[in-house]
């Protein structure tokens, strides 16, 4: 009798949990990708060829597919449920650098908690040929890195190699720190355009685009 006593406020116990997370559950609607500050700086095209020169030689970037997430609906309150709004942003070159990584890769991910839309948390990933630098949040004067091991200089018009762009947030890693030869230390963003410029370690040689 008392083993069925307890078989039977088991049941029920699993009975009520899964009930009131059944009650709980709900669709919550979740906006698709949009950043303006970060549409504003990286305006890539799918298929938009990119070249870059260094002396009398070319490098060319094409970027594959542009994947960008759309609206959906979020499961709030259920078993296995999500925790939040999500938003995706993705893409990298068609081409495979000498580490046979891609040439250049751009990701973005943010996450929004359920009942606050100012609470996004973000990551923002940029790879150029062995250079990869991870920033929190992207603003008017380009990405927001953590101290450490990346620093960010910003100039509303820099003349690189005789050719002046505007708005260039310039990140440079630390080259003390365990870093390949052959590889970007340097990279130079420009609002609307992207990438415009990376400069090689120890060579120093900068290919800037054309």
Not at 39 to 65: E, G, M, P, R
Not at 110 to 137: E, H, M, R, Y
Not at 144 to 155: H, K, R
């Amino acid at each position: 009798m008392r083993t069925l006593l307890l078989t039977s406020i088991l049941l029920l116990t699993i009975y009520t949990h899964n009930s009131c997370s059944i009650c709980s559950c709900k669709k919550v609607p979740c906006s698709a990708f949009e950043d303006a500050n970060f549409i504003n700086w990286f305006a890539y095209q799918q298929d938009q060829q990119i070249i870059f020169k260094y002396q009398s030689v070319f490098d060319t970037i094409t970027l594959q597919s542009i994947y960008k997430s759309e609206a959906y609906e979020a499961s709030q309150g259920c078993y296995n449920g999500d925790d939040g709004c999500h938003k995706t942003m993705s893409t990298e070159s068609k081409e495979i650098a000498a580490n046979f990584k891609r040439k250049l890769s751009l990701t973005y991910f943010s996450q929004t908690p359920f009942g606050s839309s100012s609470a996004s948390t973000k990551s923002i990933s940029l790879f150029v040929q062995g250079f990869n630098c991870t920033a929190s949040d992207i603003n008017d004067q380009g990405f927001v890195l953590p101290l450490g091991l990346y620093s960010s200089s910003y100039s509303s018009s820099l003349s690189i190699n005789g050719t002046t762009f505007n708005n260039v947030q310039t990140i440079t890693r630390d080259t003390t720190i365990n870093i390949s030869a052959q590889e970007p230390f340097k990279v130079y963003l420009s609002k609307g355009t992207g990438l415009i410029a990376y400069e090689m370690f120890p060579t120093h040689q900068l290919w800037v685009k054309q």
